[in-house]
């Protein structure tokens, strides 16, 4: 897909293997010493004994446009680090360079301590075979679609918390605060996002159902409230450690967020077993399953 790269830089660090590869021209020797420093520096690069870094163009390549960095599933099943970054990358400053690729190493990272990609896999196919085969394909691919919601919620607030630990991200209740609102914030506009979807007619289901996965494509929703429930979890039960929490399952990472919340008074973002979150998802469900026997 991405044919030859040309190598330019292979390093040793502390005995483990970086190497840089880029497809591209430019001027990327800032870019280079900043992935070189983040390696030799913070602690989630030191669980690989070697990691690649390929440079490329996004939009040229067919990686989307909304998209700054990202891992490849294919590598992340067979437990190898490589983080593709986009060459917009050259123009950003070091704090935001190290922020980004700690997020990517942790979905690494957390795919091999708890297989998460194989695990969503696993459910993903459970779950399309069990969608009666009279449903329509848009109200199939958006049971999926909101299935990889929740997965995302659950991977990329672990990714974002990792990220926001060096910079300083304190388990405050101001810190709590500002997370939650956040996240309230970005669960007000799922619902409205979804509401409208949910007033489609059988004739405009496929056209609505673009709209909808369109919205959600690079949408930034499951990272505010994934960080905001990673970091409840932790504020709430100081005993458990990060490492505990990336070994949830996503629905033992929920659940454990619920507990969390009914600590205090504020209503949660998310719910399964409560039915009281601003977004719950077995209401969500229902709202589908209404849906379906209005289109049938």
Same mark, same amino acid.
């Given at each position: 897909?991405?044919?030859?790269?040309?190598?330019?830089?292979?390093?040793?660090?502390?005995?483990?293997?970086?190497?840089?590869?880029?497809?591209?021209?430019?001027?990327?020797?800032?870019?280079?010493?900043?992935?070189?420093?983040?390696?030799?520096?913070?602690?989630?690069?030191?669980?690989?004994?070697?990691?690649?870094?390929?440079?490329?163009?996004?939009?040229?390549?067919?990686?989307?446009?909304?998209?700054?960095?990202?891992?490849?599933?294919?590598?992340?099943?067979?437990?190898?680090?490589?983080?593709?970054?986009?060459?917009?990358?050259?123009?950003?400053?070091?704090?935001?360079?190290?922020?980004?690729?700690?997020?990517?190493?942790?979905?690494?990272?957390?795919?091999?301590?708890?297989?998460?990609?194989? &695990?969503?896999?696993?459910?993903?196919?459970?779950?399309?075979?069990?969608?009666?085969?009279?449903?329509?394909?848009?109200?199939?691919?958006?049971?999926?679609?909101?299935?990889?919601?929740?997965?995302?919620?659950?991977?990329?607030?672990?990714?974002?918390?990792?990220?926001?630990?060096?910079?300083?991200?304190?388990?405050?209740?101001?810190?709590?605060?500002?997370?939650?609102?956040?996240?309230?914030?970005?669960?007000?506009?799922?619902?409205?996002?979804?509401?409208?979807?949910?007033?489609?007619?059988?004739?405009?289901?496929?056209?609505?159902?673009?709209?909808?996965?369109?919205?959600?494509?690079?949408?930034?929703?499951?990272?505010?409230?994934?960080?905001?429930?990673?970091?409840?979890?932790?504020?709430?039960?100081?005993?458990?450690?990060?490492?505990?929490?990336?070994?949830?399952?996503?629905?033992?990472?929920?659940?454990?967020?619920?507990?969390?919340?009914?600590?205090?008074?504020?209503?949660?973002?998310?719910?399964?077993?409560?039915?009281?979150?601003?977004?719950?998802?077995?209401?969500?469900?229902?709202?589908? &399953?209404?849906?379906?026997?209005?289109?049938?």
């Amino acid at each position: 897909m991405f044919g030859l790269f040309s190598r330019e830089q292979e390093h040793k660090i502390d005995g483990r293997e970086v190497s840089i590869y880029r497809d591209s021209r430019g001027n990327f020797k800032q870019l280079m010493k900043y992935i070189l420093l983040v390696c030799e520096t913070e602690r989630v690069a030191r669980y690989f004994p070697r990691i690649e870094f390929l440079i490329v163009d996004f939009q040229k390549k067919g990686l989307g446009d909304q998209s700054i960095a990202l891992v490849l599933t294919k590598h992340l099943k067979k437990g190898k680090a490589v983080v593709y970054l986009d060459i917009s990358n050259q123009n950003r400053d070091f704090k935001e360079i190290k922020s980004t690729i700690i997020h990517e190493l942790t979905h690494i990272w957390h795919e091999q301590v708890s297989k998460m990609s194989s &695990t969503s896999a696993k459910i993903h196919k459970r779950l399309s075979k069990v969608i009666a085969n009279d449903v329509s394909k848009e109200l199939k691919d958006t049971r999926m679609m909101l299935q990889v919601f929740i997965d995302k919620i659950h991977y990329e607030g672990i990714a974002e918390f990792a990220a926001k630990i060096p910079s300083g991200l304190e388990y405050s209740k101001k810190e709590f605060v500002v997370n939650y609102l956040m996240a309230k914030d970005s669960a007000k506009e799922f619902n409205k996002l979804w509401a409208i979807f949910l007033k489609t007619t059988k004739i405009n289901l496929k056209r609505d159902y673009q709209v909808l996965s369109k919205k959600f494509e690079g949408n930034k929703i499951p990272y505010i409230i994934g960080l905001h429930m990673t970091h409840t979890i932790k504020y709430v039960f100081v005993d458990v450690t990060f490492q505990e929490i990336a070994k949830f399952s996503r629905f033992k990472f929920l659940k454990k967020y619920e507990e969390a919340m009914s600590h205090g008074d504020l209503k949660p973002i998310l719910t399964r077993e409560s039915n009281e979150g601003i977004i719950d998802y077995n209401r969500i469900l229902g709202d589908l &399953t209404d849906l379906y026997h209005k289109n049938l």
